[in-house]
């Protein structure tokens, strides 16, 4: 039993020595890099029993600028409508850090508009991790 314990610990630091030397190494965006991003989508859905198909546009791009090494802030907007029923528009920050080639994690905040046609609008406020 005492042997596996061993082997376990030993396992587990060499793979934080491995990943933290993996880590150090990997500058994927330098400080002053620029990114351009977003989405963009489209989908009709018609269902059996319903005449008229459920059409969705959305638009989402989004600008950052890499402030240090692999640490981007930005914006984000999003334009969302649905044919004959409700659209959204937002806008808000989110900040990203590649942690290990290509992987990162991203947090960002998004205050929306959501308005229903013909009807009154509101607001959301969304907060999100990816």
């Known amino acids: 039993m005492k042997n596996n314990k ?8 060499s793979a ?6 993996t880590f150090s190494q990997a500058q994927i965006f330098p400080a002053g890099t620029m990114m351009l991003g977003g989405d ?3 989908t009709s859905t018609s ?3 319903v005449d008229d198909a ?9 600008f950052g600028y890499f402030v240090i090494d692999n640490l981007g ?14 659209s959204i528009f937002g806008v808000g920050p989110y900040v990203r850090y590649y942690v290990w080639q290509g992987l990162f994690p991203q947090v960002n905040l998004l205050y929306s508009s959501f308005k229903p046609d013909g009807g009154d609008s509101g607001i959301l406020h969304t907060f999100g991790r990816q």
């Not at 061993?6 to 630091?13: D, G, Q, R």
């Open 54 to 62: 459920v059409t969705q546009f959305s638009f989402a791009p989004s």
């Open 47 to 49: 269902y059996d029993d």
């Open 6 to 13: 061993t082997s376990l610990k030993t396992f587990m630091v």
């Open 40 to 42: 963009i989508s489209f």
């Open 73 to 86: 802030i930005g914006l984000m907007l999003n334009v969302t409508t649905v044919k004959d029923s409700y």
């Open 16 to 21: 934080l020595v491995l990943s933290l030397a």
